[in-house]
């Protein structure tokens, strides 16, 4: 094996493990959130039930063992102490506090965890002779997935997450075309992976919400970032939101730094739309639009919100969303092109550039006037066009054309001002809008509502 490969292979095993934390010492002191779930996904820790309207997981002889070994860790491991367990079917959920520096990282914790259960498990199976004859048999999958708690509230957050997993386990069972993953939804000749109701796409009235940041501004305080604290904070795959957060008030609502009255119009404009049966559309980038649409769901409306990478197979969304789409109140689009890539992936210029113009393509008449600031109308249809179309083929190429924008090397990059373009478009600035105009924009998105303006 060349040191390529093995190097290629180490990356590969680091990637399944489902490490978040670049640099992070993993023997050191901290709170850690473990997820190992069982080989296959069969449910052999126990079975949901659901009694007086409240559902819980009835152990099994299988989960009754893992229950008891995990209740020996803090004895195994001196200065590590269990938080909180939470076992489900197919996998497990335990947060501990490793309390002070280890001579073995997080993962001799686990394994341990692992390998002495699943002996206790084959032995009272009375599996151990056959597992040896098939050259042994799984009983977790391999790996883990580990969440290092850093952030203030965050340890609460987890343990109620815990908690509420049989229900969201539940709710799915009850509700399961609105949490299966759909590969392929197509819609205006765009094709995407969905989560949620996609019956609200037929809406005869979606309205677009699109706020600049500018208008509408939450209070926030700067984490910090000294290289002594970026060690513990600065996430792999999330390096943007852990420099900067948005303060809460008690019931978690954001506080305002900055509303303009541009603002208050749009909301208004919005929420009458969504009171008048509109489905409403967007991104969700800047804070403006997350709190239109935090209101809307507050007032029971419904939402459309597009997302910048695809969908885990087992994914589902998180938090208060997880009620909205139960209630069939809630989609998330994603481009079909668009690959999943796990932990968090901050947006950039382009992709909310292209997520902005695939909600105008969605919303029709009620898309919203965009001024897109420099960029040329051409490269950003040229990538909506890669991202949303069906084969593999397109798939290569939209990811060769993500990639290039990302490097500032794609000559039709969305940021990109062609001359040509920029006067085609300055010619047209001077035609008044009309009917045709409004005609040609419903029949060909592509050409649509910003005609007449310089992009």
Known sequence: MTGEQKNAFKQEVTHR???????????GRGIYMITITIEGRRP??????????????????????????????PMQWPGVSLIAVQLMPDH?????????????????????????????????QDLAASAKAQ???????????????????QLEKMIAYLRDNPRRLGVKREHPDLFKVLRDVEAKGMHFSAIGNHFLLAAPVIFQ?????????????????????????????????????????????PLVEKITPEFEAKATAALE??????????????HGEREIARRAFEAGYRIITLQNKGFSPIYKPGGKLFDKCAAG?????????????????????????????????????????????????RGIDDMVKHLCAKGLAASGQAQNQVQNSANGQSQNSACTKAQNESQNSAS???QPKNANNKAQYCASPCAAKNQGKEL
């Open 17 to 27: 493990m489902g490490r978040r934390l670049n640099g992070w010492d993993y023997a």
């Open 44 to 73: 052999l820790l126990g079975r949901l039930v659901k009694i007086g309207g409240e559902w819980s997981v009835e152990l099994s002889a299988a989960g009754c063992i893992v229950q008891d070994c995990l209740a020996e860790i």
């Open 92 to 124: 497990l959920h335990f947060i501990i506090f490793v309390e002070r520096q280890q001579q073995k990282p997080l993962g001799a914790i686990v394994g341990s965890l692992k390998a002495k259960s699943t002996s206790r498990y084959l032995a009272a």
């Open 135 to 153: 050259n042994g048999a799984k009983f977790w999958a391999q790996g883990y997935v580990d969440l290092v708690l850093l952030r203030r509230g």
């Open 209 to 253: 919400v699109q706020c600049s940041r500018s208008s509408f501004a939450c209070r926030r305080e700067r984490l910090d970032t000294s290289p002594q604290a970026a060690k513990r904070r600065i996430e792999l795959q999330a390096p943007r939101r852990s420099t900067w957060r948005i303060l809460r008030d008690a019931q978690c609502r």
């Open 273 to 286: 739309a969504a009171k008048r049966g509109a489905v409403l559309i967007s991104p969700c980038i800047s």
């Open 329 to 377: 109140n809630l989609l998330i689009l994603a481009p079909i092109n668009w690959p999943y890539i796990p932990g968090e992936k901050p947006p950039t210029r382009e992709s909310s550039l292209v997520l902005n113009r695939i909600a105008q393509f969605l919303a029709g008449e009620g898309a919203a006037e965009i001024d897109y600031k420099g960029a040329t109308m």
């Open 428 to 430: 047209a600035k001077k």
